[in-house]
Every structure is written in C-alpha cells, then in structure tokens.
C-alpha cells in the first residue's frame, strides 16, 4: 500500500513538517521503497515537482525537500510500494497532465483490476502504472464533457465525484487531485484530514522525534488542512474519511462535501 | 536574451560539469536573472525536472542539482531573461507536454511576435510565455498530423523542421526538444555544439574556475554531445550551427541534418 498527503492553505505554506513524518515511512518506518514524490503548486498555476524511484528515507533530494520550506496554497505527495508496473521514474507518483490551460496534478493509493481495458481519449500514459491509466481516463472523460473550463463549478465537482465512483468499483482508489484552484479528496477505505487554525497548538509527529508549535509558524489567519493515509500526528484529532467520499478543498476550507 | 543547455549520451551521464557553468550565468556572469529549470531523462521515459523562478546564481535548489550526479542520456536546461510573460514559476521553462504516450520536453530562447494569434488545438498554456504557446501550436499540429507515434521517423523528423522553420519566421526560435527517444535542435540565431569521445581531454569551463578531466568520469566508449548558446569551455572548439539549421541526436550522436 502507498500512502498519501496533501495539503491545501489560504496562504502559502511550507509542508516541511508533515513531510518529515511521510518520508520516513518510505522505507524506515513503513514498507514503501518503491519512489516517493512531492508537487508544490506555486503562484497561482506554477508547479515545482520532486521525484525519486528509490526509498525517501535514503533520498538525499528527499533531504533536501525536507529542510527546503517551499510555500505553497496546494501540495501532493506519495510514497510508493510497487504492485502495479516496475519501480522507475515513469511509474513514480505525481502524474499530472495540463487541460484546459490547467495543470492537474494526481496522487493515488490502491489497485484497479481491469483499469487498462478502458478506452483513452486525449490522454495516454507514459508509465506502465495503473494509477496512471487511471488518470488518463479520467482527464479524458472530463475533456470529452467539458471542451474548456466549465463555468459551473458544482457540474464539475459532480462529474469528477461520478467518474472517481466509476473508478472505484475496479479496486481501491484513494485519490488526491488538484488543479491549483481545488484540492480533491476521495476516500475509498482510507484518508484522514485535519483542518488547523488559530489558537495554533503544538503538534507531535507519530513517526519521528519532532515537535512543532505552529503558533510559531502561522499567522491568526492562516487555514491548513492537511489530509493523509494515516494521521502523521499524535496529540491532534484527525477527521477519518467514509468510504465512497469525496471532498472538495480551496483555500484550507472544505467547501464541498459528496457521499455515495 | 536566454541561454540554453542541452545534452545527449549513449550511457547516463551527469551534466553537473557544464550545468555549473550555465547556473553563473543566470544573474552572475550574465544577466538571466528570471529563474531557471533543467529537466533530465531517466530510465527511459521518466523526466525529472527542477525549476526556481528566481535567479539561479543564488538558489539553494541550484546549488543542490550542481552537486547531485543525476544519469541521464538526454537533458535539457533553460535560464530566462525575461520579455514575454511575467516572472513566475509557470512562465519557467522546461516546458512540457504528454503526446503519444510519451513526455515532450522543450526550452526556447528568442521572442516570437504574433505567435498568440496562430489557432491551438489540443494543447493550452499554463502560463503567459509566447515560448509556452509555441510549443501548445507546435504540438497540436503534430498530433493533428500523426494520431499516435509515427513509424516513419524521417516523416516525424521532417514535420518537426518545418514547423520549426515556420514558428521561426515570427522571430527568434533557438529551441531544444526531446521526447526521451531524440533531441532536436534548431538553430534560429545562435547554438553550439560539441561531441566528446575517447580520447577524453580535460575542459575549462569560461564562467567558473572548474576544470574536469573528462577521463575520470568516463569510459572508452562513452559519446556524450552538448548543445548551448554559447560555447561552455574555453579550450575545447565547439561547432556552430547555421540559422535555420536542425540537428537531431541520439545516443550522442547526430542522426540526421536539416538544412533550409
């Protein structure tokens, strides 16, 4: 299994912190050796991508992620365990693909059996990932539907929920997807979210011996969720997603909520 | 005016010699304070891309990519100075595309006037570069022409030429290309070239006090081409293309040549 993280903020925000819990896993405290990676969304359409097909906690990029604090409104990151298609950097999380002017960035944990008998349009992948395929698919149906940036965000919202329902019935597909401008969210068996803001307090990783008081990072006004697997935290209560829901961030804020 | 910086192998190879020279460029030795990228290809068709909108002489991420011997056989790099688009990370180069299953990569130097106005189809900028919105009309065409991968590769070669030639009568279009499989270079005003093989000598670069032996770091066999605006070093002699001239390498070496 991989696992997931992603972040969304109403100002740019480093993810430092949470990345350090994630990267350990890769391979130290976790089984997930296979490739990690990490897509900051930057300055509006912007995206800086790191990638790595060997294990992050040996990664000396994944070091550098670590202690380099990006500020970012959208993050996503992933850490893999290889079951579909070999470990390389063609099959290493992120996948993204720009539509519409848009760059749409993708994260998935799961398995889809029978994803590849699907027909593609627009969007090929470039890996031999299942997730990918997945994507492709996906990306491909939504340009079919909408030949540019739909006007009516609920349409959008609700065809992307349809689409990552469709998906699911192949396997397992916990899925974080972004266009810069929102934050999908959609649980399968497994995601948690936390969403932090003032009073900020002191939080403590599971994996690693690191404390962090926000009240030194934030401002009053700052809003961070961050969504993951497995709650990255000890002392914080995190919200566990229902299987089959989907929700919809801009800003820090969940301002849509979808269930099956 | 931007600098570009491209190179070719038959085994991965790190390019961190001639990369180090480039990056005193970006707002040292030269002017190209506007941010920087380089993408390398891995194992095939994995891309790994590093971009900082800010001036590269003083970026932490630039010093880390210096120093870290990434192997690839084709790689890509670009600092910008700006004119068309604002600074920003999505106005960075590389730019890069999906098509045909396989990941198109590309920097661009030169300004294209009325480049904007030519119909897109397919492909959409994400940011506001004339540099981007080629590359979106250049692909388009290329997919409106060949559905998938052509097997004729002197079709492809040939079609890739004249909408080079063509694109490049609206301005300046110095452009490095690749989609994992070959590197093509047109030359509109100004690129050099240079094919190391054994025997390897020593190079110095002309930005920075670095000298290589190019016999430490190499095997007998190994063919390694590099591409960049102006020559890197100052005691090999590097080839200067023609205006109007296409060179397409692989592994290294120069497979074919377009003259206008």
């Given at each position: 299994m991989c696992e997931l993280l992603g972040m969304s903020a109403n100002v740019p925000t480093d993810i430092c912190f949470s990345f350090a819990g994630l990267m350990r896993r890769g391979g130290e405290t976790g089984p997930h050796q296979d490739g990690w990676g990490i897509s900051f969304f930057e300055d509006g359409k912007g995206v800086r991508e790191f990638k790595d097909s060997g294990a992050s906690c040996n990664s000396e990029l994944a070091k550098f992620v670590k202690h380099y604090p990006i500020k970012s409104h959208v993050v996503l990151s992933h850490i893999r365990q290889a079951n579909s298609g070999k470990v390389s950097l063609a099959n290493t999380h992120p996948f993204s693909r720009e539509m519409w002017g848009f760059p749409w960035v993708y994260v998935h944990n799961g398995q889809l059996k029978g994803i590849k008998k699907k027909p593609l349009q627009s969007y090929l992948p470039i890996g031999t990932t299942d997730s990918e395929y997945a994507l492709c698919y996906l990306m491909g149906k939504l340009k079919e539907q909408f030949p540019s940036y739909p006007k009516s965000t609920s349409k959008l919202f609700r065809t992307i929920f349809d689409l990552f329902t469709e998906i699911n019935e192949m396997g397992v597909f916990n899925v974080l997807l972004s266009d810069s401008k929102y934050l999908y969210c959609y649980c399968s068996t497994k995601l948690f979210w936390i969403r932090r803001s003032a009073p900020f307090g002191e939080a403590v990783l599971k994996d690693d011996d690191i404390r962090i008081n926000f009240v030194d990072e934030t401002t009053p006004n700052d809003v961070v969720s961050v969504i993951a697997t497995?709650?990255?935290?000890?002392?914080e209560t995190w919200n566990q997603m229902a299987p089959g829901e989907m929700l919809v961030f801009k800003l820090g804020e969940v301002i849509k909520r979808y269930n099956p």
């Open positions: 497995q709650p990255l935290t000890e002392n």
